[in-house]
């Protein structure tokens, strides 16, 4: 048998022989497109009619009819076809829209609905783990902005005793709504402490700062006052102010519950259990 003759590689120009060159696998022969069938250029790499990667097959029909083997890579679309791009460009302006809608929602305040606000649902349980009875409570739209603000304050003291933070963070904006809503005659010394402890808890710790300091403007060496001051101290981090509340807190206390005030009966539990509680803040 003759051998082939040998022929420079149009690629690399090496001496080669055979339908490949040895040196760097270039096709010595002429090569068909797997895409479109167009008779390629010696050494292209890509077909002039189609733009398709050279060696890259794709489902066709070759020149006896059979359906060619489906390759496993990614083919690559036609420059013309460019709706997958369009699909893309809409997606995002559609998420970009959706990003700004929800921040500008968030940004907005909220203005809870009092409407059965002091209702949990049926057959849920309380905040002490007792099983909320299925009879509807009142509605508290329906009552006066004192006994709204009383509820709401003794639905949130029940929650914070259990731990069951969610139902102060949802309630207490309620409750302060309920409080602004007060007449200015119904703003006494317990409602002004109750809210301002709210606020502190919260971290509104200016507005509970400002209340204190009506309070003790009302009464002086009041006890719910050094409470709420050492209470926004020390949620604040300022140790030393909130030590100082405390101990002006304990320093008056005999004295102060001798005046038998209507606040200190009120709240009566409270006060004994800060005095005797290690933490300003409790």
């Known amino acids: 048998m003759t051998a ?53 097959s794709v489902p066709s029909a070759d020149r006896t009819g059979s359906s060619a083997v489906i390759s496993s890579e990614r083919v690559p679309l036609p420059s013309r076809d460019r709706t997958p791009w369009v699909v893309a460009g809409f997606l995002v302006l559609v998420t970009v829209a959706a990003v700004a809608y929800f921040a500008n929602k968030r940004a907005e305040p909220s203005i809870p609905s009092m409407a059965n606000a002091g209702n949990a649902a049926p057959g849920t349980a309380d905040a002490g783990g007792t099983p909320v009875p299925t009879v509807r409570a009142p509605d508290l739209s329906n009552m006066t902005p004192k006994e709204q603000y009383t509820r709401l304050v003794a639905r949130i003291a029940r929650a914070d005793a259990a731990g069951d933070s969610a139902t102060v963070i949802n309630f207490t904006p309620m409750a302060l709504g309920a409080y602004t809503n007060l ?42 006052g050094y409470h709420v001051r050492a209470a926004v101290a020390g949620f ?15 320093a008056h206390y005999d004295a102060e519950l001798k005046k038998d005030r209507p606040e200190y009966a009120l709240n009566r539990s409270v006060l004994e259990a800060y005095r005797k509680s290690a933490g300003p803040t409790q």
């Open 183 to 224: 007449p200015p005659g119904d703003r006494d010394i317990d409602a002004r402490y109750h809210a301002a402890m709210l606020e502190a808890r919260v971290g509104m710790l200016d507005n509970a700062r400002a209340l204190a300091d009506t309070i003790m403007k009302a009464s002086a060496d009041n006890l719910l």
């Open 236 to 250: 604040g981090g300022d140790s030393t102010a909130a030590k100082a509340a405390r101990a002006a807190f304990r």
């Open 4 to 56: 082939s003759p040998s022929i420079s590689c149009p690629r690399c120009g090496a001496a080669a022989i055979g339908n490949f060159c040895a040196a760097c696998g270039a096709a010595l022969g002429a090569q068909h497109c797997g895409s479109c069938g167009t008779v390629l250029s010696t050494g292209a790499r890509f077909c002039q009619k189609c733009g398709s990667p050279v060696g890259h």
